[in-house]
C-alpha cells in the first residue's frame, strides 16, 4: 500500500481523535452570562447549523458545532464555553440517553423569526422581552394592529403580546390617569388607529386583532404573552361582539348583563372568571392575584419550577429551563393566575404555591402553542409608571429572564409528540 494511503488514513485518525466541539454550559456555577448565551446559540442557527439543546444537564446547556468564528463569538459577548472533543461529547449524549437520566438532548434547527407586538412608540425597555432581546443580540420586528389585520403574522414563527389592553379599557388606568397628558394621547392614537382601520370603536378594533391573533395560534403560531396582555387578550376572546366597555372607554354604555354573555370556550388559558365592573379599578377581572397577595411579601415572593420528565415531556421541560427551580417573583398589572380559573387542559409550569397562584402557563391551542407569564419585568419587583428601565447588564444570569428565552428558542425545536 502506498505512503500517501497511510498519510491519509493516520490524517483522518488523528481528526477523529481531535475533532471537538463547544459546550455552553448553562448552570450557575460555570456561566458567566445566561441571557447572552442564548444569542449565541441563535446566532448559530442563522448560520444554518443545528444545535444541541441538553435539557436537565448542567441547566439546560447547549451543545454547538466547534468553529474559531463561534469561539470568537463567545468571546465577544462575554458567554463561558468550554471546548470538548467529539468523544467528550458522544459521552455525554449517551449518558444524556440513558433512561434512569430525566435528561434529553433536543436538536434546533432553524433560527425562528420574532415578532413583538407593540405600538411604534414604545421604546424597547417598556417591555421585558425587548429588552431581553435586544440584551441577547436576538433580531425581532416590531408590528401593531395595521400589520396583524393584514396578515402579516403569517411572516412570523413567534410573537410577543406585552402589557397590552384587548379589551378597549385603555389599560384600565382611568381611575388614576384619566387628566394625565401621555394617557389623553394615547386615548386619541388608539381611536384615530381604529378609525383608520373602519371600526367605530376601539374595543372592536382590539377584539379584531385578539381574533387575528386567535388564528394565527390556531394554524400553528407560537405566543408568547406577559403582564396585561394575558388575561386581557382571553377576556376579549370571551367577550367577543358583547359591549363590556362603559361611556368613558367607547361613548357607550356596557351591555346589560353582560358576564353571563362571556364564551369561555374561545379563550386560550381561562374559563369561569368574573370581570371587574368599575372603571376605576386597576383591574380586568377576578383572574389575576396582584390585590390577592397581601401573604406574600417581598422578601419571600419566590415560585417554583415545575420538574417534567425530559424524555416524555419533551415541551415544558424546555419551557422550565434554568440554574435554578426558585425564582424570584415580580409584579405587573397581571401579576399570577388564580389556579381555578385556569383551564384543566393548560399545564402550569411555575407557581407559588402557598399563594394558590400560577405564574407561569402553557399550552396547545389548534395547531399552535402560548405560554402567559405574568409580571412586568423579572428583575424590577413593582415597576411603576415612569420608573427608569433596568439595565440587564446588572442581571446577566437572571433566572426570570431565562425563562423568556426558553421560549424564544422553543419553535426552533425539532417537533416530537408529546406523550402525556
Same mark, same amino acid.
Request: proline share 5%.
Given at each position: 500500500?502506498?505512503?500517501?494511503?497511510?498519510?491519509?488514513?493516520?490524517?483522518?485518525?488523528?481528526?477523529?481523535?481531535? !475533532?471537538?466541539?463547544?459546550?455552553?454550559?448553562?448552570? %450557575?456555577?460555570?456561566?458567566?452570562?445566561?441571557?447572552?448565551?442564548?444569542?449565541?446559540?441563535?446566532?448559530?442557527?442563522?448560520?444554518?447549523?443545528?444545535?444541541?439543546?441538553?435539557?436537565?444537564?448542567?441547566?439546560?446547556?447547549?451543545?454547538? $458545532?466547534?468553529?474559531?468564528?463561534?469561539?470568537?463569538?463567545?468571546?465577544?459577548?462575554?458567554?463561558?464555553?468550554?471546548?470538548?472533543?467529539? %468523544?467528550?461529547?458522544?459521552?455525554?449524549?449517551?449518558?444524556?440517553?440513558? $433512561?434512569?437520566?430525566?435528561?434529553? !438532548? &433536543?436538536? @434546533?434547527?432553524?433560527?425562528?423569526?420574532?415578532?413583538?407586538?407593540?405600538?411604534?412608540? =414604545?421604546? $424597547?425597555?417598556? /417591555?421585558?422581552?425587548?429588552?431581553?432581546?435586544?440584551?441577547?443580540?436576538?433580531?425581532?420586528?416590531?408590528?401593531?394592529?395595521?400589520?396583524?389585520? =393584514? =396578515?402579516?403574522?403569517?411572516?412570523?414563527?413567534? @410573537?410577543?403580546?406585552?402589557?397590552?389592553?384587548?379589551?378597549?379599557?385603555?389599560?384600565?388606568?382611568?381611575?388614576?390617569?384619566?387628566?394625565? $397628558?401621555?394617557?389623553?394621547?394615547?386615548?386619541?392614537?388608539?381611536?384615530?388607529?381604529?378609525?383608520?382601520?373602519?371600526?367605530?370603536? &376601539?374595543?372592536?378594533?382590539?377584539?379584531?386583532? %385578539?381574533?387575528?391573533?386567535? *388564528?394565527?395560534?390556531?394554524?400553528?403560531?407560537?405566543?408568547?404573552?406577559?403582564?396585561? %396582555?394575558?388575561?386581557?387578550?382571553?377576556?376579549?376572546? !370571551? +367577550?367577543?361582539?358583547?359591549?363590556?366597555?362603559?361611556?368613558?372607554?367607547?361613548? /357607550?354604555?356596557?351591555? !346589560? *348583563?353582560?358576564?353571563?354573555?362571556?364564551?369561555?370556550?374561545?379563550?386560550?388559558?381561562?374559563?369561569?372568571?368574573?370581570?371587574?365592573?368599575?372603571?376605576?379599578?386597576?383591574?380586568?377581572?377576578?383572574?389575576?392575584?396582584?390585590?390577592?397577595?397581601?401573604?406574600?411579601?417581598?422578601?419571600?415572593?419566590?415560585?417554583?419550577?415545575?420538574?417534567?420528565?425530559?424524555?416524555?415531556?419533551?415541551?415544558?421541560?424546555?419551557?422550565?429551563?434554568?440554574?435554578?427551580?426558585?425564582?424570584?417573583?415580580?409584579?405587573?398589572?397581571?401579576?399570577?393566575? +388564580?389556579? *381555578?380559573?385556569?383551564?384543566?387542559?393548560?399545564? &402550569?409550569?411555575?407557581?407559588?404555591?402557598? =399563594?394558590?397562584?400560577?405564574?407561569?402557563?402553557?399550552?396547545?391551542?389548534?395547531?399552535?402553542?402560548?405560554?402567559?407569564?405574568?409580571?412586568?419585568?423579572?428583575?424590577?419587583?413593582?415597576?411603576?409608571?415612569?420608573?427608569?428601565?433596568?439595565?440587564?447588564?446588572?442581571?446577566?444570569?437572571?433566572?426570570?429572564?431565562?425563562?423568556?428565552? *426558553?421560549? &424564544?428558542?422553543?419553535? +426552533?425545536?425539532?417537533?416530537?409528540?408529546?406523550?402525556?
Amino acid at each position: 500500500m502506498s505512503k500517501s494511503f497511510w498519510t491519509i488514513l493516520f490524517l483522518l485518525f488523528s481528526f477523529k481523535i481531535f !475533532a471537538s466541539a463547544i459546550l455552553i454550559p448553562m448552570d %450557575a456555577d460555570s456561566q458567566k452570562n445566561h441571557l447572552k448565551a442564548y444569542g449565541i446559540t441563535y446566532w448559530v442557527l442563522t448560520k444554518q447549523q443545528k444545535v444541541q439543546w441538553l435539557l436537565n444537564y448542567r441547566g439546560g446547556s447547549f451543545l454547538l $458545532p466547534d468553529g474559531d468564528n463561534i469561539r470568537k463569538e463567545c468571546q465577544i459577548r462575554g458567554v463561558s464555553f468550554e471546548i470538548i472533543s467529539d %468523544a467528550q461529547a458522544e459521552a455525554i449524549l449517551s449518558e444524556i440517553s440513558s $433512561p434512569s437520566k430525566n435528561q434529553e !438532548a &433536543v436538536i @434546533l434547527e432553524k433560527a425562528p423569526k420574532i415578532a413583538v407586538y407593540s405600538p411604534k412608540e =414604545n421604546l $424597547p425597555w417598556d /417591555d421585558a422581552v425587548t429588552m431581553v432581546l435586544t440584551y441577547a443580540e436576538i433580531p425581532y420586528e416590531t408590528i401593531y394592529d395595521e400589520e396583524v389585520l =393584514n =396578515n402579516k403574522l403569517l411572516l412570523f414563527d413567534w @410573537l410577543h403580546l406585552h402589557h397590552e389592553d384587548f379589551t378597549g379599557q385603555y389599560g384600565k388606568f382611568y381611575g388614576a390617569y384619566r387628566a394625565a $397628558p401621555w394617557y389623553l394621547e394615547g386615548k386619541a392614537q388608539a381611536e384615530s388607529l381604529a378609525a383608520k382601520l373602519g371600526y367605530s370603536k &376601539v374595543s372592536e378594533e382590539k377584539g379584531a386583532v %385578539a381574533n387575528a391573533i386567535r *388564528n394565527y395560534v390556531i394554524g400553528g403560531g407560537f405566543m408568547f404573552a406577559m403582564c396585561s %396582555a394575558t388575561d386581557s387578550f382571553d377576556i376579549a376572546l !370571551a +367577550a367577543d361582539g358583547v359591549d363590556i366597555c362603559e361611556p368613558m372607554f367607547d361613548g /357607550d354604555p356596557s351591555e !346589560a *348583563n353582560y358576564q353571563n354573555k362571556l364564551d369561555y370556550s374561545r379563550t386560550f388559558a381561562f374559563t369561569n372568571f368574573t370581570l371587574e365592573r368599575s372603571p376605576l379599578q386597576y383591574e380586568f377581572s377576578s383572574i389575576d392575584m396582584t390585590t390577592k397577595r397581601g401573604m406574600v411579601p417581598k422578601e419571600s415572593d419566590y415560585f417554583s419550577l415545575m420538574d417534567f420528565s425530559a424524555k416524555w415531556d419533551p415541551v415544558p421541560t424546555m419551557l422550565c429551563q434554568n440554574h435554578t427551580s426558585l425564582v424570584k417573583g415580580f409584579m405587573g398589572q397581571t401579576t399570577a393566575f +388564580a389556579r *381555578n380559573e385556569i383551564k384543566p387542559t393548560v399545564m &402550569v409550569l411555575g407557581e407559588n404555591k402557598i =399563594n394558590g397562584e400560577a405564574r407561569y402557563i402553557h399550552g396547545i391551542k389548534g395547531k399552535g402553542f402560548f405560554t402567559f407569564y405574568g409580571g412586568h419585568d423579572p428583575e424590577d419587583y413593582q415597576h411603576r409608571v415612569g420608573d427608569p428601565k433596568t439595565e440587564l447588564e446588572l442581571h446577566p444570569t437572571s433566572p426570570g429572564y431565562r425563562l423568556i428565552l *426558553n421560549n &424564544v428558542l422553543f419553535p +426552533a425545536a425539532q417537533k416530537k409528540k408529546q406523550k402525556t
